[in-house]
Structure formats: structure tokens, C-alpha cells
């Protein structure tokens, strides 16, 4: 019989790191947003990446709150 769930640990630090790479994926899309709209000649290319890197930040960001905020229930 398996009796693996019984071996969980409930301290882990997933969440907490998903929190701190979604703010800094986030903070790092903010970086190319402004520098591609400070640009003289703004590439496409350059403010795609920035919502993508933003959006991919956020959505980790919340995943991972939400996982934090689950564990402490």
C-alpha cells in the first residue's frame, strides 16, 4: 500500500520562489517597455517581448501567490 502522502512536507519554498522570478520577469518586461518607448526608433520585436515577458511574469506571480496562500490553510 502506498503511503507516500503521509511523507509531505508542508514547508516548501516552490511558491515563494515562483513569487520572486514573476516580480522579476514582470520588473524585467517594465525594463524593455520603457526602453523600447524611450527608443528613437522602437522595433516591434523589442515591445513584443516586453508583453511577453510581463505577462508571463504576472501570470506567474498570481499562480504562485495563490499556491502560497493555499499552503497556510
Same mark, same amino acid.
Given at each position: +500500500?502506498? !503511503?507516500?502522502?503521509?511523507?509531505?512536507?508542508? /514547508?516548501?519554498? %516552490?511558491?515563494v520562489?515562483?513569487?520572486?522570478? =514573476?516580480?522579476? !520577469?514582470?520588473? &524585467?518586461? +517594465? =525594463?524593455l517597455?520603457? /526602453?523600447?518607448?524611450?527608443?528613437? +526608433?522602437? *522595433?516591434?520585436?523589442?515591445?513584443?517581448?516586453? &508583453?511577453?515577458? !510581463?505577462? &508571463? %511574469?504576472?501570470?506567474?506571480?498570481?499562480?504562485?501567490?495563490? *499556491? &502560497?496562500?493555499?499552503?497556510?490553510?
Amino acid at each position: +500500500m502506498k !503511503m507516500s502522502h503521509r511523507f509531505a512536507s508542508a /514547508n516548501t519554498a %516552490g511558491p515563494v520562489w515562483g513569487l520572486f522570478l =514573476g516580480a522579476l !520577469m514582470t520588473f &524585467v518586461g +517594465m =525594463g524593455l517597455w520603457f /526602453n523600447t518607448t524611450l527608443a528613437v +526608433m522602437p *522595433e516591434r520585436q523589442e515591445q513584443s517581448l516586453a &508583453v511577453a515577458s !510581463m505577462l &508571463v %511574469g504576472l501570470f506567474l506571480a498570481v499562480y504562485a501567490g495563490r *499556491e &502560497v496562500c493555499r499552503q497556510r490553510r
